[in-house]
């Protein structure tokens, strides 16, 4: 059975970049043709989808944080990743990563991680 | 960037009876609409999504409709595990969007 694990440094410091990382259980990203997606939520926002990313080496991004997002993968390693520069409070949130349906769908997930709570404070 | 609206943010509801929950899109956005539910601590649960697809393990009892600007997801015979937040998302394969409603809360 397939399990989304995210990992995250918790806090971080007004302007610096934040890195999390899904790693991902009981499949291979290698070759996979789902898309893998990140989502976050906060208090103030709400449930907001920030980036999507498939094995192809297509991406796509929530035109709100295009400047400032990465996305990518590691089959390798089998996990994908988000980066988010020049952070500021209002980037405090969990952020979740997850799997589409299946149906090639690139902002709908029917599999999540437990999510990574991040903090952004000096 | 579409904006979706739910209402209302709290439902109060019995055991056994149904919810109707209801979500407005800004501009047309045809059946691209999806359902989440959300418990306390959890990720949110894809329930429903483009007109009629529900994910394997998902009781028949939520049932999604709607096209265009108006969307409702009717939750019969409430059980206990139903009382939740829900929210709308409607999607976009391209360009890609995935913007979520400030959901609704049922609560007993």
């Known amino acids: 059975q397939m399990h989304l694990q995210e990992s995250g440094p918790g806090l971080v410091r007004p302007s610096e970049t934040l890195s999390v990382t899904c790693t991902v259980s009981?499949?291979?990203?290698?070759?996979?043709?789902?898309?893998w997606g990140w989502v976050r939520q906060s208090p103030g926002k709400g449930l907001e989808w920030i980036a999507t990313v498939h094995y192809g080496g297509h991406t796509y991004y929530n035109p709100s944080f295009r400047s400032r997002v990465t996305v990518s993968m590691d089959s390798a390693k089998n996990e994908f990743s988000l980066t988010l520069t020049s952070l500021t409070a209002a980037d405090s949130a969990i952020y979740f990563c997850a799997r589409d349906t299946g149906h090639h769908m690139v902002t709908i997930f029917d599999l999540w991680g437990r999510g990574s709570l991040v903090t952004v404070s000096s | 960037e579409v904006v979706m609206t739910q209402s209302p943010a709290t439902l109060s509801v019995s055991p056994g009876d149904s919810a109707t929950l209801s979500c407005r899109a800004s501009q047309s956005v045809g059946t691209d609409v999806a359902w989440y539910q959300q418990k306390a601590g959890q990720a949110p649960r894809l329930l429903f999504w483009?007109?009629?697809m529900r994910p394997t393990g998902v009781p028949d009892r939520f049932i999604g409709s709607g096209s265009g600007t108006d969307f409702t997801l009717t939750i019969s015979s409430l059980q206990s595990e139903d009382f939740a937040v829900y929210y709308c998302?409607?999607?976009?394969?391209?360009?890609?969007?995935?913007?979520f409603g400030g959901g609704t809360k049922i609560e007993i």
């Open positions: 998302q409607q999607f976009s394969n391209w360009p890609p969007s995935g913007t």
């Open positions: 009981g499949a291979s990203l290698d070759g996979s043709t789902y898309y």
């Open positions: 483009g007109g009629s």
